[in-house]
C-alpha cells in the first residue's frame, strides 16, 4: 500500500519543493493551501492540492475523513517576523489556531507522524550560534506563536500518543519563494525591486547577521523525519552566516548579471534580532544533514526564475494596530 503524505502549505517554498521531491521518491502526496502567501502557478502538473483554509476546522476534519493522510507535514503559515506585532490576530490564527486545528485532526484520524516547521524565531536574543537545548525566548509573535506549538505537540504527544518532530529552518532560499510579498523573505524582495528598477533596502546598520540555506538542502533529512526521531528538534541551515548588507551586496552583483543595477539605501531600524543563526550538529549527526549552499548560485537561479513569473502586484496588509508602525510600512515602498 503506499504512503499518503499530506502537505500544509503546499503552494509556498518549502510546501512546493518538498511535494516535488516525495513524488519523485514515489510517494502519494496531496496538499492543502488557501493560496493566500503562495501561488497556484507554483504546483507540480497534476499535484492535488485542496484550498483550504486551515483556521476552518470542520472543513480540516472534513479533509482528514475523506483523504486520510498518514503523515502530515505542516508548512502552512504567514512567516512575516517583522509584521507580527502589528496583525497580531492574523499572525496567531494563521500560524497557531490553524496548527491546533491540524493537529486535533491528525489525533482523531490516526496520523503516524506530524512534522512542524517551527522556526529559528523562538531563540529570540540569545548568543549564536543557536542550539537546540537553549532556552525558547522569542521577542515578537511570529516567534511566540511557533513556541506555542512545539508546546503543543509534546502535549499531543504525551496525552494522545502523536509522533512528531520539530524543524527550526532558517533563511532559506530557492524558486517558489514569493517575492512579491513586501513584509518578508528579504533576498526575494531584493530581486524583485531589481528587476523593477527600485533601490534595495535594509533597515538599519545592515551590520545583523542571518545565514542564507538553499531549500534543496532539506529534502532528504525532511523525508527521514517521516519514520524517524520521535519527539525531537532539528536546527536545519546553513553554517555560513553572513550581515545583511553583505547580502544586499551579493544581490546587487547577481543583479548586475541580468543587466539591472540598484542601489542600496538604509531605512530605519526594525524590532529583530540583531545576530541569528544556529548550530546544525544534530542534523548533521542523525539526519546527515549537509548544507552544501552556494548563495549566488542560488540567487543568480532565482533571478533567473523571477524573470519568467507574471508580474504581480505587491500584497498589501491591514494593519490590525498603526501605533509604533515602521515609516517604510506606513507608505508604499
Ligand atoms: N522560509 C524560511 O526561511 C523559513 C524560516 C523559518 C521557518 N519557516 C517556516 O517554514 C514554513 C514554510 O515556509 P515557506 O517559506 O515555505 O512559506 P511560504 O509562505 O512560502 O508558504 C506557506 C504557504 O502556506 C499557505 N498558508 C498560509 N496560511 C494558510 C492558511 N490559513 N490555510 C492554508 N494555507 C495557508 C500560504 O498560502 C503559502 O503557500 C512556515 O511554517 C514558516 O514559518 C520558514
Redesign the pocket.
Known amino acids: 500500500m503506499s504512503v499518503k503524505v499530506l502537505i ?9 519543493n518538498f511535494s516535488r521531491f516525495l513524488m519523485e521518491q514515489g510517494y502519494e502526496v496531496v496538499g ?8 497556484r502557478e ?1 504546483l507540480a502538473e497534476g499535484f492535488s492540492c485542496a484550498d ?4 476552518d476546522l470542520s472543513a480540516v476534519d472534513g479533509y482528514f475523513a475523506s483523504e486520510r493522510p498518514d503523515y502530515v507535514y ?6 512575516a517576523e517583522g509584521l507580527s506585532p502589528f496583525i497580531r490576530r492574523y499572525n496567531y ?3 497557531l489556531i ?1 496548527s491546533a486545528n491540524l493537529i486535533t485532526s491528525s489525533i482523531k484520524h490516526g496520523v503516524k507522524k506530524f512534522i ?6 523562538v531563540y529570540g536574543p540569545q548568543r549564536p550560534p543557536f542550539v537546540e537545548t537553549m532556552a525558547r525566548r522569542p521577542i515578537d509573535p ?1 516567534g511566540i506563536a ?1 513556541y506555542a506549538v512545539e508546546m503543543d505537540l509534546r502535549v499531543a504527544h504525551d496525552q494522545h500518543g502523536l509522533s512528531y518532530s520539530i ?7 530557492g524558486i ?3 517575492i512579491w ?1 513586501r513584509y ?2 528579504v533576498i526575494g524582495i531584493w530581486i524583485r525591486k531589481s528587476i523593477r528598477g527600485e533601490p534595495l533596502f535594509i533597515y538599519g546598520d545592515g551590520l545583523q547577521k542571518r545565514a542564507f540555506s538553499d ?1 534543496s538542502f532539506y529534502m532528504k533529512p525532511f523525508e527521514r523525519l517521516m519514520y524517524e526521531y520521535n519527539g525531537e528538534i532539528f536546527n536545519l541551515g546553513a553554517d555560513k552566516e553572513r550581515t545583511i548588507g553583505e547580502a544586499a551586496e551579493l544581490v546587487k552583483k547577481c543583479a548586475g548579471n541580468f543587466g539591472f543595477y540598484p542601489e542600496i539605501v538604509h531605512l530605519e531600524g526594525r524590532h529583530e534580532v540583531k545576530f541569528a543563526w544556529c548550530d546544525h550538529g544534530k542534523a548533521k549527526s542523525l539526519l546527515d544533514f549537509r548544507d552544501g549552499t552556494n548563495m549566488e548560485d542560488t540567487v543568480n537561479r532565482m533571478f533567473s526564475w523571477a524573470l519568467g513569473q507574471k508580474d504581480r502586484k505587491v500584497k498589501k496588509t491591514e494593519y490590525e494596530l498603526e501605533k509604533g508602525m515602521y515609516s517604510f510600512w506606513k507608505e508604499e515602498k
Request: glycine residues 10%.
Open positions: 500544509t502549505g503546499a503552494a509556498g517554498l518549502l510546501g512546493s492543502i493551501d488557501d493560496f493566500s502567501g503562495g501561488y507554483n483550504i483554509n486551515l483556521a505542516h508548512f502552512a503559515a504567514y512567516a490564527t494563521n500560524n490553524c512542524f516547521t517551527s522556526s529559528m524565531a511570529y511557533k524543524i527550526r529552518p532558517h533563511n532559506i532560499i517558489y519563494q514569493n510579498d518578508r523573505n531549500v
